[in-house]
């Protein structure tokens, strides 16, 4: 008995399924990409009266690298993401140590650490900048209860920004937890067992036994959370608003305040697409990292 072809090919099959979301990426991401890059090229201001896009060249690009603010709000990011990150990855690669076991009481542990991680920034920011007020916030009033002045903590360009990353550390350190965690569990408990009869001690087999077989696991940890760090905005957005001055104006604060604030709309393509890149360089390295990484494991 001959058997019937199909009606279409497989890879055609496959293009069929992926038309539906490939035409939604296209309208929502793509379109809107290329159009920001056309208007990055362009003046246009919609404050002005009967605004339309006029081509500047790279004038807009060079406006950005002279633009003092740029630089203040980019080094206000990188301080923001280089201290939320590593104080995150040491707190997490400490409790993922605590962690590790399947004990009932680790299990909950781990339960009640992940509330921080599923709370909605935004909702997260507004809890703490309630707590942290000077005047009606819960962590000003037990200062006071111990006889200590109340801090304005996001009011004061010295606490302010170090406030920021404190909140973002309470809310990934979860995440990065977790994951470490999970990445522990994979290690043979065989090697740390041979470790151990061989009377090496904790350090050592920490250094020298888990960190080598949890190192892929902590790159791509890092890369992950060291990235996501420079998208923060809402976190900003609701408990400072990149005051008090710009000491907490974030990249993608700035870009939002001058396309939305200002309507400087080819200014703010521009500097967004200077921030794409910037990501795409810094993505580009960590994963020739992560390459060399798994060519060194196996």
Do not use: C
């Not at 065989?190 to 350090?203: C, L």
């Amino acid at each position: 008995m001959k058997l019937k072809k199909p009606a279409l090919s497989d890879k055609a099959t496959t293009w069929l399924f992926l038309a539906p979301t490939s035409l939604i990426v296209i309208i929502a991401v793509v379109a809107p990409l290329f159009y920001s890059l056309f208007l990055s090229f362009h003046r246009y201001r919609l404050i002005e009266a009967n605004a339309r896009p006029t081509f500047i060249g790279l004038t807009n690009y060079i406006n950005v690298f002279q633009d003092h603010r740029f630089w203040d709000t980019g080094s206000n990011t990188v301080i923001f993401a280089v201290s939320s990150v590593l104080i995150a990855f040491v707190l997490g690669t400490i409790l993922a140590m605590m962690l590790s076991g399947d004990s009932k009481a680790t299990r909950i542990t781990i339960s009640l650490l992940l509330i921080p991680m599923i709370m909605a920034p935004v909702a997260a920011g507004n809890m703490w900048r309630m707590m942290l007020d000077r005047t009606t916030g819960v962590v000003n009033y037990l200062m006071m209860l111990v006889g200590m002045s109340p801090i304005p903590f996001l009011g004061d360009p010295r606490y302010a920004l170090p406030t920021l990353i404190l909140v973002d550390v309470w809310r990934i350190t979860p995440w990065v937890t977790l994951l470490l965690a999970s990445g522990l569990k994979g290690i043979p408990s065989s090697t740390v067992e041979a470790a151990v009869v061989d009377g090496a001690g904790r350090f050592y087999i920490f250094r020298k036994v888990i960190i080598p077989q949890l190192y892929p696991v902590m790159v791509v940890v890092f890369m992950i959370r060291f990235i996501d760090s420079f998208r923060v905005f809402d976190l900003v957005f609701v408990m400072t608003g990149g005051g008090p001055g710009t000491s907490t104006m974030m990249l993608p604060n700035f870009i939002y305040n001058q396309g939305l604030g200002a309507f400087n709309i080819g200014y703010s393509a521009a500097l967004a697409f200077v921030f794409i890149m910037a990501m795409s360089v810094l993505a580009t390295i960590f994963l020739i990292i992560r390459h060399k990484v798994i060519e060194s494991t196996k």
